[in-house]
């Protein structure tokens, strides 16, 4: 995994809430057997019509935005689906980080696993950066994982709350298996009692 | 087991978290034994891929199960699979399972179903476990006081290597359902009536337990369908406390215990109800007596109202975001504001998926559909969750109902729910759908869906247009 310290990039607006996962990555796109190449599927829907041209409005179709790094959107984030292909998609495109004032649980875990770093800022501050998007054209976002800030260039700060040990995993890049690996034995010894475990193999009648 | 807390009032959730902690650190998440990791073959692929990348072995295939539900085809299934990339997927999760010895239910077997709905008929679900699947509507299991839910890939991987997670101890949410469910209301409606009260996100962080009269009244497969959509509501997942009516369904179920250990686990069962002082960290109420069959009509399982009701107008809502999110959904939808919810006309019926793909759901939707005719301009389909499902069904005689009705009677799988296999809706086509989600383009691109009951569903397929089934029903 990548680890995520600083990073500076253009941030594209996309001011709905409720984005889906479903949008995100739709479901024509996830048979692939592999984590990659899911980028040029992102928001297949809204960034492409039906004949497959693209949707000239649609955020990621602007110029000024194509290179984006960071994507600022509405509250709920990531709802629905517990597809990784959803942010496997995002990585893909060149997206590092995300910004809204609230994700879905297990769309928020996902990022973390894929380096990639889910933002939660009030609702006023994530407003605020949309409206210095759209009427000032500041596109610039500088985020600093270990000071916990996002840095707009008018110099505002947003400090965010982010989990220590995912943060440290973040910063590390490190192998969440890897690190339970280390405690195996205790793995082991919980499975000498293991309350509720039933194995398939022996228990079917 | 641990004993933590035993003087202490307790969640079922505390006590079900409690027995499968493997480790705990201070500055580390818990690390969680799981009892039971279903396998489908969307989400695993690259799990497995990253095992043998990483040398790395399955610990505990003996609990794991795995079948193969999103992709596959609801036609005959002597027929190749047309779609070769689905074909692959599958063909990947069978040679997957046999290298790493893991049980398989393909797609020719009669256990062979919805990952959430072979679990529990398989007594594979039972009280006390920790149920992981890479599919949010794992939440399902929780109908039977297990804690049970949805993960992404690189945590089916996790599991697979070291049948644990890491995780952050959610908080705890009671949601209270006085009186019981009137005449012609269903589970259905309980869980899209809650989540259009309080919205799409209003138990994120939270592990829900559903609790009053309401909730004991029901079924084990009505609990199924209230936990199921919980993943709806954005909570981690929901739990109901095992009772008789949870042991009658799982007694002489494959995996379940049996004789002696039967005994003694009903009474291990029994003790895992959450203490009566225990305090949770927020609490909701809401009233069953009063609820009304639910239509969602928007493009967010929380745009719902009530079968009496009209679609709503953006211009009447105050929050900016709701109000933009609500123009968009309409048009999207192809909505007026203002149109009552009865004189929607729908092209598509689909009754089916871990939601409402159970054998009452299929009695319920025969019994609406009996002696009657699906409407000439609608296509209507019912595709039982499992194998299970769909020979209990003809040996009552359901998909006779059914096929004399018009609707079309097809093999077990999610289908038209998440359209990966080729039951898609046409742009612009509506649905009566039974499923969970009713995204833009869930369904097919451009498809446009409402979710209902069972019910409701069997009754606007015959009508052509949604109609109220608590009068429907009576009417010759």
Partial sequence: MQPFVVHSGITAPLNRANIDTDAIIPKQFLKRIERTGFGQYLFYEWRYRADGTPVPDFVLAQSAYQDATILLAGPNFGCGSSREHAPWALLDYGFRAIIAPSFADIFYNNCFKNGILPIVLPDESVQRLFERIESHGSRTLTIDLPAQEVRDADGTVYPFDVDAYRKKCLLEGLDDIGLTLRHEEQISVYETTAPFARSIVSSGV | ?476
């Fill in chain 2, 1 to 476: 087991m641990a004993d933590t807390g035993q003087h202490f009032p307790r969640t079922m959730f505390d006590k079900i978290w409690n027995d499968h902690v493997v480790r705990e650190h201070t500055s580390e998440p818990t690390l969680l034994y799981i009892d039971l990791h279903l396998v489908h073959e969307v989400t695993s692929p690259q799990a497995f891929e990253g095992l043998r990348l990483a040398e790395r072995q399955v610990r505990r295939p003996d609990l794991t199960f795995a079948t193969a539900d999103h992709n596959v085809p609801t036609t005959d299934r002597r027929e190749p699979i047309a779609d070769p990339i689905a074909k692959q997927q599958i063909d990947t999760l069978r040679a997957n399972c046999a290298e790493f010895g893991i049980p398989f239910a393909d797609i020719s077997s009669v256990d062979q179903g919805i990952v959430h709905v072979i679990g529990p008929e398989l007594g594979l679900t039972l009280p006390g476990k920790t149920i992981v699947c890479g599919d949010s509507h794992t939440s399902t299991h929780g109908a039977f006081g297990a804690l049970a839910f949805g993960i992404g890939t690189s945590e089916v991987e996790h599991v697979l290597a070291t049948q644990c997670l890491q995780q952050s101890r959610p908080k705890t949410m009671e949601v209270v359902v006085s009186g019981s469910l009137p005449l012609g209301v269903h589970a259905k409606d309980l869980i899209l009536g809650l989540i259009a009260r309080f919205g799409t996100a209003f138990g994120t962080g939270y592990v829900i337990e559903y609790r009053g009269p309401a909730i004991r009244k029901l079924s084990m497969e009505e609990r199924m369908t209230v936990c199921n959509m919980s993943i709806e509501a954005g909570a981690r997942a929901g739990l109901i406390a095992p009772d008789d009516t949870t042991f009658a369904y799982l007694r002489g179920r494959r995996y379940a215990p049996t004789e002696a250990e039967w005994e003694r686990a009903t009474e291990t069962w029994r003790g895992l109800c959450s203490d009566p002082d225990a305090e949770f960290d927020a609490r909701l109420e809401f009233a069953a007596d009063q609820l009304v069959p639910q239509v969602t009509w928007g493009t967010s399982p929380g745009m719902g109202t009530d079968v009496t009701g009209r679609v709503p107008d953006p211009a009447d809502v105050a929050d900016p975001t709701v109000r933009q999110s609500t123009d968009l959904a309409l048009r999207y939808m192809g909505l007026q504001p203002g149109t009552p919810i009865q004189e929607i006309a729908i092209d598509r019926v689909f009754i089916g998926s871990c939601t409402n793909g159970r054998i009452e759901d299929l009695r319920t939707a025969a019994a609406v559909a009996r002696g009657r005719h699906v409407a000439p301009t609608v296509h209507a389909m019912v595709v039982p969750g499992s194998y299970q499902v769909k020979q209990q069904a003809e040996r009552e005689g359901l998909h006779e109902v059914f096929l004399a009705a018009g609707f079309e009677w097809r093999e077990p799988g999610c289908s038209m729910c998440l359209a990966m296999n080729p039951d898609v809706l046409a742009p612009g086509e509506r649905c009566a759908s039974t499923s969970n989600r009713n995204f833009e383009g869930r369904q097919g691109r451009d498809g446009r869906t409402h979710l209902v009951s069972p019910a409701m569903a069997a009754a606007a397929a015959i009508a052509g247009h949604f109609v109220d089934v608590r009068t429907f029903a009576a009417r010759v």
